[in-house]
């Protein structure tokens, strides 16, 4: 069995990958994300399984009711997005407990743990048919928390991308006008770009097996891209990867997006608002981003390349914008620590690592639109 731990890049579709995985007999998995952190680290520590199995459900609660998972669209499911599922808490607890008398499979107490948290949720999984074991961490440091808390355990990582451009255009787009934009602030566009053009190298110091799986492609070229997916894993390859689901109904994307989509679509194309960025912006991303423009088929975004950009990005005066309009004093102090922050990384960060990660599914003659 694969140990497999997804990190998304920005709105580059980590869940959307993940729901595709829903219901296939040899996945193992829970429905969305779950974050690596020392609360989880907490409950996987508790010595009396009874204990640990309540305590997960109290934690995780919309995992039982996804009525509870409000974010991420599961209390939106379905073909008219008025259905829900639930899970039966006091069975999972039971089963918990009933399968943690069982032979360990890992060394690792803690990995076990969570290894059988999963087992007691898909209580319909036969065991012996599980090939990979799917993890969705979701953002860097939750991976980072994935590789220090579970040190001895074997495990691959795939990371979501998109062409950058539309990876900045889209977290504009969406997070300014989810909640009239309160919650994007300087901040969290700071992390994104670094997601977005730093992620596949914050990994790659992980000394991990990576692969890549792009947006573009995932929509394009599902069915190449699935089955090398199932050749590399070992798993067979399945009708269900063409169906947006948790647990068999259908999935509209998070609330963030407010998509009324769902699915593999065929026409999905590479786009952005061109409103986000000034030539100079292009010019510079295209110095920064190059390698990985060619490598995973992006073209060019930029007939000129900046490598230095001291004035503040298109985006950023943006978010500046946006924190200024809904008053967010603490944020709006924040700015200038940012940017700062911001040049630095762009400035400073050599990485040179030429050698990246393969694109499963990715044509290398053919540049993605």
């Not at 012996?128 to 953002?139: C, L, S, Y």
């Not at 110095?287 to 001291?310: A, P, R, T």
Request: charged share 25%; hydrophobic share 35%; glycine share 4%.
């Amino acid at each position: 069995m694969k140990i497999l731990v997804l990190m998304a890049g920005a709105r580059a579709g980590a869940e959307f990958f993940q729901s595709l995985l829903d219901g296939h007999k040899q996945i193992l998995q829970l429905p969305g994300i779950l974050h690596v952190n020392g609360e989880l680290i907490k409950i996987l520590s508790i010595k009396s399984k009874k204990k640990l199995a309540e305590e997960f459900v109290k934690k995780y609660i919309y995992y039982f009711d996804s009525r509870k998972s409000n974010i991420e669209r599961h209390n939106m499911l379905g073909l008219k997005k008025k259905s829900s599922y639930k899970v039966n808490k006091n069975f999972f607890i039971k089963r918990f407990i009933q399968i943690s008398k069982k032979k360990k499979r890992f060394k690792n107490e803690l990995f076990q743990n969570l290894y059988l948290i999963h087992l007691a949720y898909n209580s319909k999984l036969k065991e012996r048919n599980i090939k990979t074991f799917v993890i969705n961490a979701h953002i860097i440091p939750y991976v980072i928390n994935f590789n220090s808390y579970f040190k001895d355990i074997k495990f691959e990582i795939i990371h979501t991308i998109r062409n950058p451009l539309a990876s900045i255009s889209s977290t504009l787009k969406n997070w300014t006008r989810y909640k009239n934009g309160f919650f994007f602030t300087p901040k969290e566009l700071y992390y994104n770009l670094k997601l977005i053009f730093f992620g596949i190298d914050e990994m790659i110091k992980l000394n991990k097996k990576i692969y890549i799986i792009q947006l573009e492609n995932l929509h394009q070229k599902s069915e190449k891209v699935f089955k090398k997916f199932c050749k590399i894993y070992k798993i067979s390859f399945s009708n269900r990867f063409k169906n947006s689901t948790f647990h068999n109904l259908k999935w509209w994307g998070d609330k963030i997006s407010r998509n009324n989509k769902s699915g593999i679509n065929k026409k999905h194309k590479v786009n952005y608002d061109t409103n986000y960025f000034t030539k100079y912006d292009l010019a510079f991303f295209q110095n920064k981003y190059n390698i990985k423009l060619k490598n995973y088929c992006y073209g060019v975004i930029s007939e000129q390349s900046q490598n230095l950009h001291l004035s503040p990005l298109k985006c950023e005066f943006l978010t500046w914008k946006n924190t200024i309009k809904n008053r967010r004093f603490k944020h709006i102090i924040s700015i200038p620590y940012f940017y700062f922050k911001r040049l630095i990384l762009f400035t400073f960060y050599h990485y040179k690592n030429t050698n990246l990660p393969a694109s499963i599914g990715l044509d290398k003659d053919k540049i993605i639109k």
